[in-house]
């Protein structure tokens, strides 16, 4: 008996220690589950450099590709992490995407804009504002690209951290100024440039706040507030979509095609009349039917615009793929060609594998660390619809066509986060105003306590993103200034 009653507390003391072993590997897991997303991400790094190292690896000058690559695939991962949530965040704010469903169809977007319609050439002074001849010596300008490249990287990972959706291209900008005052001083900068850059701060987000808010004022005027909702929606939609297939057609037709074909604005925008035209006569008979048997409420409304919104997701997607991944990647493209022939070139082509690291890393960094930006865009700044995101998608795309007409510098970031706003703060306006009812529905203007009550635009979110983008540009010219003048202290 006693040999089995000690037989028998040995295997409790087993049972004991295993099940205190499992609790120790279910908690070693609860804590190891935020490392996988940065475990992945630093994996494909680690690949890009390998990539690079069988293509670069024995020319000279090889180690410092195969360093650029990794950091070219770090600042990918980067844009998908900070830049795409600009076009997924309204839609699944509207409920007219899934999380998921919005990463796969922004992934195969945005990849297949980058490799089949990116542009195969960039500017390695990143829109001139820093003079060639100050960075005329070769290992002056791969170090102040590298600078550039790493600052610009380490300022989008911070600003997504803190939940800031920032302008990649800005950051670019601001890091290769930093490391070409770093290299030659504040007389190598072109500060009119920067002045039209500095400019456009405020010129994208109001242009694209206003556009969208006129249309949700169209909306509302014109199918929200109509007698028959039905009816009115049966004929503006189909011209709503044809907008947006005109808008788009343009955008792309003068933004995104660079690989393909070269097309000057005025042709662009006959494309877009076309386009506009044959989808508004496809749409009609889709609508009629789509719209048979709904109710005449504004909730039934949501039905028709839910499609279009997930083709202009899909397509500002692709657009930003094929014109913004080109700007991010310049950097390591410039590094690539300077260590390969030596010299400084002001437009050098972009190699097939450096596009392919920058699509493929915007894929990765938006499905590992997308989720949360989009969130913010899409739900915690303004409550969101289909007919509201819609009216962000299209304002965006119209306002890039106004910008680059006009010759504006415009971010597309700001364009679409001003957007959002705009929305919001339109609403805000409605329910405050003279014009939004008053509880005893007399149409007399609420009182003050009333309006504050009323806000419908978080505004610790706007103060947030606002003071983000006021100093993108110096933040990333600081760290690469910094990080030009330790790598210079390192090599000589």
């Keep these: 008996m006693t040999d089995g009653t000690q ?79 600009n076009n997924m965040g309204p839609a699944v704010g509207a409920n007219a995407l899934t999380m998921g469903g919005a990463i796969a169809i922004a992934a195969l977007a945005e990849s297949a804009g980058a490799l089949l319609a990116g542009g195969d050439v960039v500017s390695t002074i990143s829109k001139g504002i820093i003079d060639p001849a100050s960075v005329a010596q070769t290992q ?21 951290w ?66 028959d909702k039905i009816a009115a929606a049966r004929v503006w939609v189909p011209v709503l979509v044809g907008l947006m297939a005109g808008v788009f057609s343009a955008y792309l037709a003068v933004k995104g095609l660079k690989r393909i074909v070269e097309i000057a604005t005025g042709p662009a925008l006959l494309i877009g009349l076309a386009a506009g035209l044959a989808a508004w006569a496809v749409t009609r008979p889709l609508v009629k039917r789509q719209s048979d048997g709904l109710e005449n409420r504004s909730r039934s409304l949501k039905v028709l615009f839910r499609l279009p919104l997930v083709i202009s997701a899909a397509l500002l997607s692709f657009a930003h ?63 969101l619809n289909p007919m509201r995101a819609y009216c962000v998608a299209l304002s965006a795309a119209i306002t890039v066509i106004v910008a ?24 805000e306006w409605l329910s405050n105003s003279s014009r939004g009812r008053s509880p005893d529905k007399t149409g007399k203007r609420l009182a003050r306590e009333e309006r504050q009550r009323r806000k419908l635009v978080r505004r610790s979110h706007f103060m947030t993103i606002v003071a983000a983008w006021v100093i993108t540009v110096p933040a990333a010219a600081l760290i690469s200034a910094m990080i030009f003048w330790l790598l210079n202290a390192v090599t000589t």
């Design 162 to 227: 803190i939940g800031a959706p920032v302008s990649t291209t800005h950051s670019v900008v601001g890091g290769v100024m930093g490391a070409g005052v770093a290299a030659a001083g504040f007389s190598a900068v072109n500060w009119a440039t920067m002045s039209a850059i500095a400019a456009s701060w405020v010129i994208s987000p109001v242009l694209g706040g206003v556009f969208a808010a006129l249309l949700l004022a169209l909306i509302r005027n014109r199918i929200e507030n109509r007698g």
């Design 321 to 383: 793929g094929a014109n913004d991944v080109a700007n991010a990647v310049g950097p390591l493209a410039a590094i690539v060609h300077a260590t390969q022939h030596g010299d400084v070139a002001a437009k050098v082509a972009i190699p097939e594998w450096v596009m392919v690291i920058g699509a493929f890393g915007i894929s990765f960094g938006l499905f590992l660390f997308g989720p949360k930006l989009i969130r913010m865009v899409g739900s915690q700044i303004t409550k």
């Design 7 to 85: 037989q028998g507390n040995k295997w409790k003391t087993l049972d004991r220690d295993l099940k205190r072993i499992s609790r120790v590997e279910m908690a070693t897991t609860y804590v190891a589950r935020p490392l996988v997303a940065p475990g992945i991400a630093l994996a494909f790094m680690v690949l890009a450099a390998l990539g690079a190292a069988v293509f670069l690896g024995s020319e000279p000058g090889g180690l410092v590709v195969v360093a650029a690559a990794a950091f070219g695939a770090y600042m990918a991962i980067n844009i998908g992490a900070n830049d795409v949530a």
């Design 404 to 427: 680059s007409w006009l010759g504006l510098p415009v971010s597309s970031t700001h364009i679409a986060v001003g957007a959002v706003f705009g929305v919001g703060f339109y609403r």
């Design 140 to 160: 002056v300008f791969v170090w102040a690209m590298m600078a550039a490249l790493i600052s610009s990287a380490l300022w989008v990972n911070l600003a997504t």
